[in-house]
């Protein structure tokens, strides 16, 4: 289920995958992830340009397919990781998503 507390769980482990916390401001349309030390929101999973920074940031290897995407990423020992996402109806949401998805993974195993 892609539901609010799962995404935010996401991005702050995406966040510290990229090294750095998130801090969340309160909204009447639900909390905004802000990145204190630029000062400004940081949501790649809504911000195409943000996703991008993200993945150049961890090496990711970004594979886009006429269904489907999956993202590519070598763990410590070399290894190859990946995840993957259907495309469905907004294929940028489907890249952006994967692209968090891959980042939050590698804060996992960094942990």
């Given amino acids: 289920m892609k539901d609010g507390a799962q995404d935010r769980e996401l ?3 995406a966040a510290r995958a990229a090294g ?3 801090h ?3 909204l009447e349309g639900g ?3 802000i ?3 630029r000062g400004c929101s940081w949501n ?3 911000n195409s340009g943000t996703a991008l920074e993200l993945a150049v ?3 990711l290897h970004v594979d886009i397919y006429k269904k489907s995407v999956s993202v590519f990423w070598w763990d410590e020992s070399e290894e190859v990781q990946s995840c993957e996402e259907e495309l469905e109806s907004d294929p940028a ?3 952006r998503r994967c692209i968090v998805r891959a980042a939050a993974e590698m804060a996992k195993v960094e942990a």
């Fill in 11 to 13: 991005l702050n482990n």
């Fill in 93 to 95: 949401a489907a890249v």
């Fill in 31 to 33: 909390p905004l992830p």
């Fill in 24 to 26: 969340w401001a309160p």
């Fill in 35 to 37: 990145w204190r030390e």
């Fill in 20 to 22: 750095f916390e998130l």
């Fill in 57 to 59: 940031q961890l090496r």
């Fill in 44 to 46: 790649p999973m809504k």
